[in-house]
């Protein structure tokens, strides 16, 4: 069984890696501290790829989704200290098969790693519970937008990195808005790292 344990945390990442080793005898785990070495390994099938949404380099969600879109399509479970219900569903929306706090015990993290690993879902309850009230679905380009809205780019900024051109941008940030419910960009940033879990 091979796993990818994504976390910039060292004691938080061993300590995880020690319960890990009780799913199987022969658990092989490979670590990344940042997003240039998670997407670096994940050109490889892993029968699960843990991610923290706060690492250096991520996007949160966002992230999620670039991991999830990858040919291999490896199981993503999230770990995380974000307990906000708008960020866990867009972690869904990004393709995680599961998302669960850092404050769980080791014995819950294990039970939704051998879940995902099982082909199914983890859903947290808390997500359960406020299911109702989630922010609406979108799409890997909208939550990637999201991303650089959250970080207040500008739309040249945004259209040289998602190799578009400004006009479909400004298109594309005139729709997020609208679905989002703001008035302005500055709205949309704020409510763009709520969503996605960006700190």
């Known amino acids: 069984m091979n796993i ?5 945390h060292a004691l938080f990442r061993d300590g995880l890696a020690h319960w890990l080793k009780q799913l199987e ?7 990344a501290i940042n997003w240039q070495s998670l997407a670096d390994q994940v050109i490889q099938p892993f029968d699960l790829i843990l991610i923290d949404l706060h690492m250096p380099g991520m996007k949160g969600a966002a992230s999620v989704s670039v991991i ?12 995380s200290a974000n307990q906000q219900p708008d ?23 294990l039970v939704a790693a051998a879940e995902i690993i099982g082909g199914g879902k983890y859903i947290p309850e808390e997500y359960k519970l406020h299911n109702d009230t989630m922010s609406p679905n979108l799409s890997t380009k909208q939550l990637l937008l999201l991303s650089y809205l959250a970080k207040g780019a500008s739309n040249k900024v945004i259209a040289d990195s ?29 409510k763009a790292k709520k969503i996605l879990g960006i700190e």
Do not use: W
Not at 25 to 31: L, P, R
Not at 68 to 79: A, T
């Open 68 to 79: 999830h879109e990858m040919p291999n399509h490896s199981p993503i479970l999230v770990v």
């Open 4 to 8: 990818l344990l994504a976390d910039d």
């Open 162 to 190: 998602m190799f578009l051109s400004e006009g479909t941008i400004k298109q594309y940030v005139s729709e997020l808005l609208r679905i989002l419910d703001v008035d302005n960009r500055t709205q949309a940033g704020i």
């Open 87 to 109: 960020t866990i569903h867009a972690c869904f929306q990004a393709g995680a098969s599961g998302y669960i706090c850092k404050t769980a015990s080791g014995k819950e993290i």
């Open 25 to 31: 005898t022969s658990v092989n785990i490979q670590f």
